[in-house]
């Protein structure tokens, strides 16, 4: 299992700014073929970061997933409200143990 986990920092209006495609994104990728999950979220203590939690069967669904359509149309929204900050991690793993 591959997960991608960190934090994007956006101008101050800019997470409310990408609702619309962060959702068509969202509900684009949890229909690929390997994806186990995918969210973003608000951080409390500071609305202009972005929290991203992937999930992935293995490297290729990931490296897939870069590719698709969708991905491209996300990175355009993104590139127009801007980043300030990027923070993201690859993890390889295993399938883990529920606490």
Not at 15 to 22: N, Q, R
Not at 70 to 93: P, Q
Request: glycine fraction near 6%; proline fraction near 3%; charged fraction near 25%.
């Amino acid at each position: 299992m591959i997960l991608v986990a960190g934090t994007v920092k956006l101008p101050e209006d800019g997470l409310e700014k990408l609702i619309p495609a962060a959702a068509v994104m969202i509900a684009e990728t949890l229909k690929e073929e390997g994806c186990i999950r995918y969210a973003y979220a608000q951080d409390i203590l500071d609305p202009s970061i972005m929290h991203v939690s992937e999930a992935w069967r293995d490297l290729d669904a990931l490296i897939a997933h870069s590719t698709a359509k969708h991905m491209k149309v996300w990175s355009a929204a993104v590139s127009e409200v801007g980043v300030l900050e990027r923070d993201l991690k690859r993890y390889d793993t295993d399938e883990g143990t529920t606490i």
